[in-house]
């Protein structure tokens, strides 16, 4: 689970170069107690190697960080959504590392959310 910023996402590569795959499952709209869930069953939102999603055809780079637009794409709302669920996936990574997916716009912490070799 994501939050959104600006109906954006990014994933941050830490090292080495990988292509990113991310497919949604849902997203909240609201936030806190009052927070409502909507299922929109698997939907491919970005891969980095066809450029689906808008973002580059190629590999992200080591501390590269692409930016995907998730609000008003795929069935989830143009405004109102605070955060969605993704599954994101690592492919032909060229040495091990993490990814960090986080609201675009903000300050990345050094969490991962996906590590893979």
Same mark, same amino acid.
């Given at each position: 689970?994501?939050?959104?910023?600006?109906?954006?996402?990014?994933?941050?590569?830490?090292?080495?170069?990988?292509? #990113?795959?991310?497919?949604?499952?849902?997203?909240?709209?609201?936030?806190?107690?009052?927070?409502?869930?909507?299922?929109?069953?698997?939907?491919?939102?970005?891969?980095?190697?066809?450029?689906?999603?808008?973002?580059?055809?190629?590999?992200?780079?080591?501390?590269?960080?692409?930016? #995907?637009?998730?609000?008003?794409?795929?069935?989830?709302?143009?405004?109102?959504?605070?955060?969605?669920? #993704?599954?994101?996936?690592?492919?032909?990574?060229?040495?091990?590392?993490?990814?960090?997916?986080?609201?675009?716009?903000?300050?990345?912490?050094?969490?991962?959310? #996906?590590?893979?070799?």
């Amino acid at each position: 689970v994501v939050p959104v910023v600006d109906g954006k996402v990014s994933f941050f590569n830490n090292q080495g170069s990988v292509d #990113l795959i991310a497919d949604i499952t849902g997203y909240f709209t609201s936030a806190g107690d009052g927070a409502t869930h909507v299922n929109i069953g698997p939907k491919r939102l970005m891969d980095t190697r066809s450029g689906l999603g808008g973002v580059p055809q190629a590999k992200v780079g080591a501390g590269g960080v692409v930016t #995907l637009q998730v609000a008003g794409t795929n069935g989830v709302p143009a405004s109102g959504v605070t955060a969605v669920v #993704l599954n994101v996936t690592a492919t032909n990574p060229t040495e091990p590392s993490f990814v960090s997916v986080y609201p675009s716009g903000t300050t990345r912490t050094s969490a991962s959310n #996906l590590n893979f070799t």
